[in-house]
């Protein structure tokens, strides 16, 4: 007989431990910031060809030093090609860097220049958040309405406003660890960090979307007499090993590209690696976990204290 594991009960350690990483990540947010990238500060983006090859992107940057530009990123976009971006649009530092590369590497020509205006940059970011804000907000209307029959033990908007709190604990975790990376290492933030967190979104409510709709089925055909808690606990252990199973695949994947990948990717694919990791743990732990919270709140009048003292249910 498979093993029914008691998942539930381990409720007051898992909201104690997402809500101290959401906490830390506030706080490196609000201490920090995220380091943003050119995407949304506004710079240059300049196109060379080399006559013998395209050399690396630290001997590019070595090359540049002198001009202790921010923001220096160096994409090889060829075989004979590199994109160099820093964050700034002066003429002067323009001329000064191509002086360099061409006094480095002669016979180089100069391709393209391109200019981020700030005020363009500034109206992209907030776009971005706005993104993101609709895109939490549509996904928590879209379950609810899924969820419309099953009004029973639990309104069925809570069911989105769970998937809609795990995400977010999945995002802020996420962005917190790119705020103490841009602060100790360096690391940037560009468009490519947002998609990677509508990503995420994406596949943390695909996998809470999984549990839910178990336990909206064993709630159909479960007896009046089994609790709610018992009912959610057994859906998360119907689905467990399928979440497992889809979430590693992806995990092997994006280390795959983290390791092996090239430096315009990394960043992208370390956010991801982060948020489904973490998504997979709030589906599992959290999502289900808040569900059988606002149920006890209404039907046995748990104060928030109560949270913390977690759920025995009946061994089987």
Do not use: C
């Amino acid at each position: 007989m498979k093993k029914n594991y008691n998942i539930l009960s381990k409720t007051k350690y898992t909201y104690v431990f997402s809500i101290t990483l959401t906490f830390l990540s506030i706080v490196s947010l609000f201490l920090w910031g995220l380091k943003f990238g050119i995407d949304f500060t506004g710079g240059t983006v300049m196109k060379i060809q080399f006559a013998h090859g395209v050399p690396s992107g630290q001997e590019i940057a070595d090359a540049l030093k002198s001009q202790h530009l921010n923001s220096l990123t160096v994409q090889g976009t060829g075989s004979d090609s590199a994109q160099i971006s820093y964050a700034s649009v002066s003429d002067s530092i323009n001329q000064d860097v191509w002086k360099d590369i061409n006094a480095k590497y002669p016979g180089s020509v100069q391709l393209q220049v391109d200019y981020r205006d700030s005020s363009v940059s500034g109206e992209l970011r907030k776009n971005s958040l706005w993104a993101l804000f609709w895109a939490a907000v549509g996904i928590m209307m879209f379950i609810a309405w899924a969820f419309r029959k099953v009004s029973r033990p639990v309104e069925s908007w809570k069911y989105g406003a769970g998937a809609v709190i795990a995400l977010i604990h999945d995002v802020l975790i996420t962005t917190g660890i790119f705020s103490v990376l841009g602060h100790f290492a360096g690391v940037e933030v560009g468009i490519p960090f947002v998609a990677a967190l509508l990503t995420i979104l994406g596949f943390s409510v695909h996998d809470t979307i999984v549990v839910y709709d178990r336990t909206r089925e064993n709630l159909l055909k479960s007896s009046s007499k089994e609790a709610f808690p018992e009912v959610v606990n057994r859906s998360l252990n119907e689905t467990l090993v399928r979440s497992i199973n889809t979430s590693l695949t992806v995990i092997i994947t994006l280390l795959s590209i983290f390791i092996f990948g090239g430096d315009s990717i990394k960043d992208f694919a370390l956010a991801l690696l982060i948020g489904v990791t973490f998504g997979t743990y709030s589906s599992i732990f959290v999502a289900s976990a808040l569900l059988v919270t606002s149920y006890n709140w209404q039907s046995k009048g748990v104060k928030i204290v109560d949270i913390f003292k977690g759920y025995k249910l009946k061994s089987k």
